[in-house]
Every structure is written in C-alpha cells, then in structure tokens.
C-alpha cells in the first residue's frame, strides 16, 4: 500500500493551497480519508475525514470554514482544499486510509503560512 501526498509549498497568509492524496494497493472506496497535520512541536491533530460510503465531511474546529475534504474513487484520491490560510496552519500535513482496524499513512507534505 502506498499513500503519497503533494501540493504542499509556501503561500502568504489568506492565500489558499490545494493538497492531494493518491492512494494504491488498496480498495480505496473502503477506506475513510484523513487529512492530519503536525506543527512544529506540537503533536499531530487531526484535520478533516470524508466519509467511504456517504460521502460525509467532518473538520476539525480550527480549519472549518476554510478547508474543503474530497475524494475521486475513480481516482483513488483525496484532496484538501485550504482557503484563508493563516500562519498557525504551518504544518507538515499528513493523509490517512483508515477502515476496520487497518490505517494507511503517508510521508507528508510542508506547507509553510509566511509573508
């Protein structure tokens, strides 16, 4: 199983960036989709999750309203939609396949809120 993130980078703050996350050797469509992030000393906490079957979204309170979770099972893929960005989301941002015990991590990806 491979799990590998792109789209991270630098913005400004109040700009937006757009995560991916490809996701193989897995039936993806059985999976719940994850975004986490980890600041710099801080612990990793958790971002958003879509739903397998319903399509449900969920955020945590700190990026509701600003980031938008979506999935392709055409595709194998999660997205991360970031708007409003602020320099308190500098964080390496993480993807997660997770279902019945089993859970699927990528390596991460750096996105860096600076003027």
């Known amino acids: 199983v491979q799990v590998v993130e792109s789209g991270g980078g630098l913005v400004q703050p109040g700009g937006s960036l757009r995560l991916s996350c490809a996701a193989s050797?897995?039936?993806?469509?059985?999976?719940?989709m994850k975004w986490h992030r980890q600041a710099p000393g801080k612990e990793r906490e958790w971002v958003a999750t879509?739903?397998?079957?319903?399509?449900?979204?969920m955020y945590s309170d700190s990026v509701k309203g600003r980031f938008t979770i979506s999935r392709d099972n055409a595709k194998n893929t999660v997205s991360l939609q970031m708007n409003s960005l602020e320099p308190e989301d500098t964080a390496v941002y993480y993807c997660?396949?997770?279902?019945?015990?089993?859970?699927?991590w990528g390596q991460g990806t750096q996105v860096t809120v600076s003027s």
């Open positions: 997660s396949a997770q279902w019945a015990g089993e859970s699927y």
């Open positions: 050797g897995l039936t993806f469509s059985s999976f719940n």
């Open positions: 879509i739903f397998k079957i319903s399509g449900t979204t």
